[in-house]
């Protein structure tokens, strides 16, 4: 059974840093593009960071230049630093594993609940 389970959220104060962890169980994901999404309430689910087989990232434009997105293929696990947070950067984060195909995002975590006082 194919399982990737979040830790790491909580709450902080804007301008604090925090440290998602994705790990992965049932398969191997170090030649899948994995990624952050989150979806704060009453909003759609969007896209924060992907990084795919090479290493190669892509960020949200108001993710830019304050998260990173890293991966450990030894450990089947991903991580998303988050730095200077935002109040509106509260939301719950997912991460998610892009199917072989490329085609969907094919596999989730129940997320991690991030929330960011001012």
């Known amino acids: 059974q194919v399982q990737l389970k979040e830790s790491g959220g909580g709450m902080v104060q804007a301008g604090d840093s925090l440290r998602l962890s994705c790990a992965a169980s049932g398969r191997t994901f170090s030649l899948s593009t994995m990624g952050w999404f989150r979806q704060a309430p009453g909003k759609e689910r969007e896209s924060v960071a992907t990084?795919?087989?090479?290493?190669?990232?892509d960020y949200a434009d108001f993710v830019k230049g304050r998260f990173i997105i890293s991966r450990d293929n030894a450990k089947n696990t991903i991580y998303l630093q988050m730095n200077s947070l935002k109040p509106e950067d509260t939301a719950v984060y997912s991460c998610a594993a892009l199917a072989d195909d490329g085609r969907v995002w094919n596999w989730w975590g129940q997320g991690t609940q991030v929330i960011v006082s001012s």
């Open positions: 990084s795919d087989w090479s290493g190669a990232t």
